[in-house]
């Protein structure tokens, strides 16, 4: 089965630095899909960032960019800039084509002024 | 407004007392899922529907059920609450036809379970 690794609970960054948060997965599939989803203090889901696995090139929304090494198994979420607003929990998910989402543990991210 | 929507956001109950958690989408997505969020083990899937009349378990299914007797809505039902059901739920929904959105999964605002 699929496996999605946060190896960081909690992370902090000062306003306006760039922060990097990690994600690992398991699969031997080829074609998949990742994404980044932030869960503020509202608890509502929202959709970051989404990377297709057979693109070679880093997707990137504004202020939001991945480092996605497939050969590495690794997605990881660069926020650069961060503002307060940033402050929220972060999944990172893996979708294989045709299948179900599987969602990792999550990162707590702190903005600190 | 494209969303999902469900109900209650919040709910406290007690052990064994039958409870139903509406979810509901206007986007005549296909394919809707149910989820549960724990403190360090993200969101887990408890049951899916690829359609109408069409359910499959998730990872989590035991004590839940579920039904699709309409596309847009997709209720969860604790037959007999317990403690450890304890959880933030959420419903979502998705396309599944080919397009951009189809790998866009749309979540609902979230339902606070509370057993005691």
């Known amino acids: 089965a699929q496996t999605v690794t946060q190896s960081q609970p909690e992370m902090s960054v000062q306003e306006a630095e760039t922060v990097t948060l990690s994600c690992t997965y398991d699969t031997s599939e080829s074609d998949y899909y990742l994404f980044w989803y932030k869960q503020p203090p509202s608890r509502q889901m929202i959709l970051v960032i989404r990377?297709?696995?057979?693109?070679?090139q880093n997707a990137t929304e504004n202020r939001f960019s991945v480092n996605f090494q497939k050969a590495a198994k690794s997605f990881s979420l660069k926020i650069s800039d961060s503002q307060l607003g940033d402050a929220a929990m972060y999944f990172c998910?893996?979708?294989?084509?045709?299948?179900?989402?599987?969602f990792g543990p999550g990162t707590r991210l702190s903005v600190l002024p | 407004e494209a969303q999902v929507t469900q109900n209650p956001r919040y709910l406290i109950t007690v052990t064994g007392k039958k409870l139903t958690v509406t979810c509901s989408q206007n986007m005549n997505h296909e394919y809707m899922s149910w989820y549960r969020q724990d403190p360090g083990l993200g969101l887990r899937q408890i049951y899916y529907s690829m359609n109408v009349e069409v359910t499959d378990k998730g990872d989590v299914p035991e004590g839940y059920k579920v039904s699709r007797k309409e596309k847009r809505n997709f209720p969860l039902i604790l037959e007999s609450p317990s403690p450890n059901q304890t959880s933030l739920y959420f419903c979502?929904?998705?396309?599944?036809?080919?397009?951009?959105?189809?790998?866009?999964?749309?979540f609902g605002p979230g339902t606070r379970l509370t057993v005691t």
């Open positions: 990377q297709e696995a057979y693109k070679q």
């Open positions: 979502a929904s998705r396309g599944l036809a080919r397009g951009v959105g189809r790998n866009e999964q749309y």
């Open positions: 998910a893996y979708r294989r084509l045709g299948q179900n989402f599987v």
